[in-house]
């Protein structure tokens, strides 16, 4: 009598969930449906109403109501931006040492709802295990080059672990429809390259190191031209297959190839990998950090000429750069001193870098990125963020996913709704 019981009260407890769960869900869509319905501003249409809530801060209409906040994710909003990172997976070893895996990890941080969500992964097997990490760098990371160029993150180039380039040919994926592309096919695979793009959607990519150093690969620049094609394109996005996969043709529809372009004086930039930073239409780049001994160089992208940064700029810039830099908007240089924490801004006119603020958890800085007033700095495992417009400058830290340490960030503009809401947020 017991058992049965005890079996009743179970069926019955199970009937009541159920019953719950489909009120529940009944109320969702009830719900969802009075969304659909109701206007965004009683009295206009909703084309009306998005324009006259584009001119309101995204915080704002992000807590006010529901419809509101799905409007500012909807594809058809004007997107705010959001923090794109490259991240790789720790994890601690038996001597407390910190182990880092060798699978890249894409993450977006959307600055109005404070959560990091995960990118849509890269298609396979197009982005293989990298290599971070050997015993025979003990001072120094081996490189993962990315880019942000046009609104879309760029995965161009790293290392496998038998030291051969790890990407042939460079990813791209485009935030507002979370898609990935193919890019073009590398002339010469390469990896510890000088790389960079500018705002007007081209990217550039010198010297470097392919499966072993060669002196033509070492002093060749390349360019690739993402406005052959419209990337937000939607017949282009129906002709690619579901689940991210890229059929091979898809460079040769686009028209996408890399061009060669007038070629270096020697290969001193294959060295390291380098950041080739678009500034006022040069891109301008430095072949060693910190304090040691370096060169300059600067290429006229409109001329595809070669000047020493000296010659063009004088010692200043050069001497000044002492860590990763970056550009906002392509007009104001911004560096971190890796070895004091020092956040400086490049004076054009007097050829000298001012400091904006010093603090240690800029020390050890390893890359940055700069726009919308932010500069993002990462460094010592974690991202610094800056507000460089307010005075006196604000400065924060902000946490990564626990369980992940950051390789590089770029602003961009944030996803859009539909495939956000399926992603893992953290």
């Not at 392919?210 to 993402?226: M, P």
């Not at 956040?343 to 006119?349: A, F, G, M, Q, R």
Request: hydrophobic share 35%.
């Amino acid at each position: 009598m017991t058992q049965f019981t005890t079996t009743t009260t179970t069926t019955s407890n199970c009937g009541s969930s159920a019953n719950k769960r489909l009120r529940l869900i009944d109320n969702q869509e009830q719900e969802q449906e009075q969304e659909q319905e109701q206007a965004l501003l009683p009295g206009l249409p909703d084309h009306i109403a998005q324009v006259c809530l584009s001119l309101v801060h995204p915080s704002i209409l992000y807590s006010v109501c529901r419809s509101w906040r799905h409007l500012i994710y909807s594809p058809s909003f004007p997107p705010f931006l959001s923090l794109y990172t490259v991240f790789l997976s720790t994890s601690q070893t038996s001597t407390d040492q910190t182990h880092l895996s060798n699978t890249i990890e894409l993450f977006s941080f959307d600055p109005i709802s404070s959560k990091w969500q995960t990118l849509p992964p890269p298609p396979q097997p197009f982005l293989p295990p990298v290599l971070r990490r050997h015993p025979s760098f003990l001072s120094r990371n081996l490189p993962i080059q990315s880019l942000s160029v046009s609104g879309n993150l760029l995965l161009l180039a790293a290392t496998t672990d038998q030291f051969l380039p790890a990407l042939p040919r460079p990813l791209l994926f485009n935030p507002l429809s979370q898609k990935w592309d193919l890019g073009p096919q590398l002339t010469t695979p390469r990896r510890w390259c000088a790389a960079g793009a500018t705002s007007t959607g081209v990217v550039y990519v010198a010297s470097g190191i392919g499966s072993h150093y060669n002196t033509d690969v070492a002093r060749s620049v390349e360019k690739w031209d993402l406005r052959r094609t419209n990337i937000h394109d939607h017949n282009h996005d129906r002709r690619r297959r579901d689940q991210g996969r890229i059929r091979s043709s898809t460079c040769m529809e686009l028209g996408w190839k890399w061009e060669k372009l007038g070629g270096l004086r020697d290969g001193k930039l294959s060295r390291d990998a380098i950041d080739a930073v678009g500034w006022r239409g040069k891109l301008c780049m430095v072949n060693v950090k910190g304090y040691g001994a370096k060169e300059g160089a600067v290429y006229d992208v409109e001329n595809d000429g070669w000047e020493e940064m000296q010659i063009l700029c004088n010692p200043g810039m050069v001497s000044g750069w002492r860590g990763p830099t970056a550009a906002m908007d392509e007009e104001t240089l911004y560096v971190v001193d890796e070895s004091k924490g020092v956040l400086s801004k490049y004076d054009p006119h007097n050829d000298r870098w001012d400091q904006i603020l010093e603090d240690q958890s800029l020390r050890g800085a390893d890359q940055i990125a700069a726009a919308a007033g932010r500069v993002c700095v990462v460094c010592g495992g974690g991202i610094v963020v800056v507000d460089v417009v307010s005075s006196p400058p604000r400065l924060w830290e902000l946490d990564p996913p626990t369980g992940f340490q950051p390789v590089a960030v770029h602003i961009m503009p944030r996803m859009s709704l539909p495939n956000q809401i399926s992603n893992k947020t953290y």
